[in-house]
């Protein structure tokens, strides 16, 4: 309930946008967010392009929250942090062209309903390479520990969003967490089998069977995970420097994504194309 001060500085029309412009696209994405085969607002055949093309808007959220604070510590708070968003855009969006040529569809239920059987036949095997860089790109997306550059106390405050209060404060830290579920929902369909059980013949047991015949249950638990993961790394790792996060993601990321995405290719054309749909 704290009042929302703009500063007289401000351009108060772009104080007010950037939080929404936050929040916006991390609530818009989940419209195409299958939770079961049923389970899905907007089944679309291509739901993953809608995704990255959604959530890539993010960043504009941060550049004007940034700008129209009309200070110097905001401003270098948002150009730290998109460019950390765009960089590591880039390194995720090429783990997921890898996704692509393996499930050879865009439409999310089918991605996942190429990795049945079992999880020896889930993305993150054949893939391993790009599931790790898509989780750790993830949390540098979400400007997470041990990636959150954006808010360098000893250097920027609080960065891009120091001079907000109240409930524009609270969205921005509401879109954050939100990009960290839906980031969590995507590792889960992309690599580990969505709402598909690890172990298919648990289902022919009686009580067990029935009590995990809901996927709902498994993609519940498989998001919980990855966000532990998400605050397990923020307890366990120190911060690094800036000039560190670029070249991981310059230098090592996007040449890894690109070696491994030839690899995919030549595989499916060898008799390893069984691991994929």
């Given at each position: 309930?704290?009042?929302?001060?703009?500063?007289?500085?401000a351009?108060k029309?772009?104080?007010?946008?950037g939080?929404?412009?936050?929040?916006?696209p991390?609530?818009?994405?989940?419209a195409?967010?299958?939770?079961?085969?049923?389970?899905?607002?907007?089944?679309i055949?291509?739901?993953?392009?809608?995704?990255?093309?959604?959530?890539?808007?993010?960043?504009?959220?941060?550049?004007?929250?940034g700008?129209?604070?009309?200070?110097?510590?905001?401003f270098?708070?948002?150009?730290?942090?998109?460019?950390?968003?765009?960089?590591?855009?880039?390194?995720?969006?090429?783990?997921?062209?890898?996704?692509?040529?393996a499930?050879?569809?865009?439409?999310?239920?089918?991605?996942?309903?190429?990795?049945?059987?079992?999880f020896?036949?889930?993305y993150?095997?054949?893939?391993f390479?790009?599931?790790?860089?898509y989780?750790?790109s993830?949390?540098?997306?979400t400007?997470?520990?041990?990636?959150d550059?954006?808010?360098?106390?000893?250097?920027?405050?609080?960065g891009f969003?120091?001079?907000?209060?109240?409930?524009?404060?609270?969205?921005?830290?509401?879109?954050?967490y939100a990009?960290?579920?839906l980031?969590?929902a995507?590792?889960?369909?992309?690599?580990?089998?969505g709402w598909l059980?690890?172990?298919?013949?648990?289902?022919?047991?009686?009580l067990?069977?029935?009590?995990?015949?809901?996927?709902?249950?498994?993609?519940?638990?498989?998001?919980?995970f990855?966000?532990f993961?998400?605050?397990?790394?923020?307890?366990?790792?120190?911060?690094?420097?800036?000039?560190?996060?670029?070249r991981l993601g310059?230098k090592?990321f996007?040449p890894?994504?690109?070696?491994?995405?030839v690899?995919?290719?030549?595989?499916?054309?060898?008799?390893f194309?069984?691991w994929?749909?």
């Open positions: 309930m704290k009042e929302i001060i703009i500063p007289s500085g351009s029309g772009l104080f007010i946008l939080p929404i412009l936050a929040i916006a991390a609530l818009a994405a989940w195409v967010i299958p939770f079961t085969e049923k389970w899905v607002l907007a089944d055949n291509a739901g993953l392009l809608y995704v990255m093309a959604i959530t890539s808007m993010g960043v504009y959220g941060v550049i004007v929250a700008w129209a604070s009309n200070s110097k510590y905001a270098l708070g948002a150009m730290r942090s998109a460019a950390q968003i765009v960089s590591y855009e880039i390194a995720m969006g090429f783990a997921l062209v890898g996704v692509l040529m499930a050879q569809s865009l439409n999310l239920v089918d991605i996942v309903e190429g990795q049945a059987g079992g020896w036949h889930w993150f095997l054949p893939l390479p790009l599931f790790l860089v989780l750790i993830g949390v540098a997306e400007n997470r520990a041990p990636f550059v954006a808010e360098g106390e000893s250097e920027i405050v609080a969003h120091v001079e907000y209060s109240g409930m524009a404060f609270a969205v921005f830290f509401l879109a954050e990009n960290m579920i980031i969590a995507l590792t889960t369909l992309m690599f580990l089998g059980s690890p172990f298919p013949f648990l289902a022919r047991i009686p067990v069977g029935w009590l995990l015949q809901d996927g709902f249950i498994w993609w519940a638990a498989k998001v919980a990855v966000l993961l998400f605050l397990w790394f923020r307890a366990t790792f120190p911060r690094y420097r800036y000039d560190q996060i670029m310059w090592v996007i890894i994504t690109i070696v491994w995405i690899v995919v290719g030549g595989m499916m054309q060898t008799p194309k069984h994929f749909h």
